[in-house]
């Protein structure tokens, strides 16, 4: 149950971001005019993109997942509090409170790693076997 439950969490966390990641290429200039219009340079939006892009697949795999994870984690609450702090309108306060609870699901994966089902794990095995044999020579 452990391994399914973490590989679905991160395919869960993960996904979103890398859907957002493939949509701002889709719609490159319309988002960089928006973040523009909140005060946010236009030209990051390609960091924003690999971000989103590349810590999702991280993620989602399982590879480097503590470290995506804090990054995901960091740009979730950054971008809330920039882009959907407007408590006046009910749709960017459920933005707020998601990007916060996608910030506290990713803070777990940062704490207590991928799973056994992951790239991160699969290295640390092999790590370990080599290390074995090393010491058995």
């Known amino acids: 149950m452990e391994k399914a439950a973490t590989l ?3 395919i869960l966390l ?5 859907l957002a990641g493939i949509s701002k290429i889709g719609g490159y200039e319309a988002t960089a005019g928006w973040m523009e219009a909140m005060g946010v340079p236009g030209g990051l939006l390609p960091l924003v993109i690999a971000l989103e892009i590349g810590g999702g697949l991280a993620l989602i795999l399982g590879f480097q997942a503590r470290l995506a ?3 995901l984690a960091a740009f979730s609450i950054v971008s809330a509090v920039i882009f959907h702090a407007d408590f006046s309108d009910q749709m960017q306060s459920i933005l707020f409170m998601k ?13 207590f790693g991928a799973g056994a089902w992951s790239v ?6 092999s790590r370990s076997d080599i290390s074995a044999r090393a010491t058995a020579v």
């Open 8 to 10: 679905t969490g991160r």
């Open 14 to 18: 993960g996904h979103i971001f890398l």
């Open 69 to 71: 994870a804090l990054g």
């Open 99 to 111: 990007n916060f609870a996608m910030a506290g699901g990713l803070l777990y994966v940062a704490a």
């Open 120 to 125: 991160d794990a699969k290295i640390k095995r």
